[in-house]
């Protein structure tokens, strides 16, 4: 099982940028496939970004490409979310996740077996 800690989150205005960085623990968080997802009051968990257990492969969600990206440091257990040119809109709770070893980091939801506490991100007007 891995365990996961989301940080970074917190207001911004629009325009801003946050790095959400997601820590795991546990044997098998460096061949898992890691992704951040987001969820806003009354809507569906949203798929955000996810990254292959290597960091070969990444994948944008339509609402934030050319905006977010997504990298690991495996040495370090972490795995980073830069967002920039952040819009109102992406005001949610974002929840890190992780596949079981050498899962497909996304789009869906059961992709993933571990999931983080989620850390607050507000963008103001």
């Known amino acids: 099982q891995v365990q996961l800690v989301e940080s970074g989150g917190g207001l911004v205005q629009a325009g801003g940028s946050l790095r959400l960085s997601c820590a795991g623990s546990?044997?098998?968080?460096?061949?898992?496939?890691v992704g951040w997802f987001r969820q806003a009051p009354g809507k569906e968990r949203e798929f955000v970004a996810g990254i292959t257990w290597n960091g070969a492969r990444t994948y944008i969600g339509d609402s934030v490409k050319g905006r977010f990206t997504i990298s690991r440091d495996n040495g370090k257990n972490t795995v980073n979310l830069q967002m920039n040119s952040l819009k109102p809109e992406d005001t949610a709770v974002y929840y890190c996740a992780a596949t079981l070893p050498f899962g497909r980091p996304g789009p869906g939801v059961t992709d993933f077996g571990s999931w983080g506490q989620g850390t607050q991100v507000t963008v103001s007007s």
């Open positions: 546990g044997r098998t968080f460096s061949t898992s496939g």
